[in-house]
């Protein structure tokens, strides 16, 4: 078997230069999606230069660090295999019927509360929930985890004045819907962006992840039945354990034909 240079690897966890990092991060995220399943070879290292327009060198820095992590296996003579892993638990949400969902996903997990502050939000943040500038928010942070995973990381901004009818503790222990609605806010409706980024160094270390692994990044502004911002939530997530569905349907005629989503009956009393 061939041992990995422990001088490639930064502590970071990702091989040394740009490159090689790119090149891990491609097939990393690659096996994880079933591109290369297990068991299976990987192309050999003069193939995947030639792929990625990288040198050999970059490609056995990234791969060395890759049988490191147990992602594969290399054997003299055999190749690079991709090994068995563990699937970690996993979660989905329909996006047409996220907010329902959301409330639910907050009583089937558990959460770790990292920090919990007032004070004056980010400026974005306050812009997008159009709120004085003056106007205190409360700010916590929490992981949400499910089997022991952590899957996701969230951050939410809600105004003091609605905050401050919950306590810290609560919070650690309660979604914070819940919360929301004893506070007596009636939410109305949500507008939503789903992106991509890559892991920061605090939030791969909470997240079990190398720093510059694909995330899912959602936000979230919330607004009350008479249009007040009452929550603005970041949220990273882990892409190989939550996942966002939507399913369609083609209706119309002729030159109006369109896809719209399909909200089930069930969902759509769950959503009222």
């Given at each position: 078997m061939v041992h990995s240079e422990q001088h490639n690897k930064t502590s970071s966890g990702l091989p040394e230069g740009g490159k090689?990092?790119?090149?891990?991060l491609h097939l990393k995220e690659e096996i994880a999606r079933g591109v290369y399943a297990e068991g299976s070879v990987l192309p050999g290292e003069q193939k995947l230069a030639i792929a990625f327009e990288?040198?050999?060198?970059?490609i056995r820095r990234a791969l060395d660090v890759l049988a490191e992590d147990g992602v594969i296996e290399r054997r003299a003579g055999a190749?690079?295999?991709v090994c068995k892993r563990d699937e970690p638990p996993a979660m989905?949400?329909?996006f047409t019927t996220l907010m329902p969902q959301v409330v639910q996903m907050g009583q089937s997990t558990s959460v770790r509360l990292l920090s919990f502050q007032y004070g004056l939000p980010p400026a974005f943040v306050g812009?997008?929930?159009?709120i004085d500038p003056d106007v205190r928010v409360q700010t916590a942070v929490r992981l949400r985890v499910?089997?022991?995973q952590a899957f996701s990381h969230l951050t939410t901004h809600v105004p003091e004045e609605i905050a401050q009818n919950y306590s810290e503790s609560e919070l650690a222990t309660t979604p914070l819907y819940e919360l929301l609605e004893r506070s007596g806010v009636k939410v109305e409706t949500a507008h939503q962006t789903v992106t991509a980024t890559l892991a920061s160094p605090d939030v791969a270390e909470l997240l079990g992840l190398s720093v510059g692994a694909p995330l899912l990044a959602l936000d979230r502004v919330v607004r009350d039945a008479q249009g007040r911002g009452v929550e603005y939530l970041s949220?990273?997530?882990r892409p190989d354990m939550f996942r966002l569905e939507m399913s369609l349907s083609h209706v119309g005629a002729g030159d109006a034909r369109h896809w719209e989503p399909v909200i089930e009956p069930s969902?759509?009393?769950?959503?009222e």
């Amino acid at each position: 078997m061939v041992h990995s240079e422990q001088h490639n690897k930064t502590s970071s966890g990702l091989p040394e230069g740009g490159k090689a990092r790119r090149v891990y991060l491609h097939l990393k995220e690659e096996i994880a999606r079933g591109v290369y399943a297990e068991g299976s070879v990987l192309p050999g290292e003069q193939k995947l230069a030639i792929a990625f327009e990288v040198s050999r060198v970059t490609i056995r820095r990234a791969l060395d660090v890759l049988a490191e992590d147990g992602v594969i296996e290399r054997r003299a003579g055999a190749g690079t295999r991709v090994c068995k892993r563990d699937e970690p638990p996993a979660m989905a949400a329909d996006f047409t019927t996220l907010m329902p969902q959301v409330v639910q996903m907050g009583q089937s997990t558990s959460v770790r509360l990292l920090s919990f502050q007032y004070g004056l939000p980010p400026a974005f943040v306050g812009r997008a929930m159009e709120i004085d500038p003056d106007v205190r928010v409360q700010t916590a942070v929490r992981l949400r985890v499910v089997e022991g995973q952590a899957f996701s990381h969230l951050t939410t901004h809600v105004p003091e004045e609605i905050a401050q009818n919950y306590s810290e503790s609560e919070l650690a222990t309660t979604p914070l819907y819940e919360l929301l609605e004893r506070s007596g806010v009636k939410v109305e409706t949500a507008h939503q962006t789903v992106t991509a980024t890559l892991a920061s160094p605090d939030v791969a270390e909470l997240l079990g992840l190398s720093v510059g692994a694909p995330l899912l990044a959602l936000d979230r502004v919330v607004r009350d039945a008479q249009g007040r911002g009452v929550e603005y939530l970041s949220a990273l997530y882990r892409p190989d354990m939550f996942r966002l569905e939507m399913s369609l349907s083609h209706v119309g005629a002729g030159d109006a034909r369109h896809w719209e989503p399909v909200i089930e009956p069930s969902r759509r009393e769950a959503a009222e």
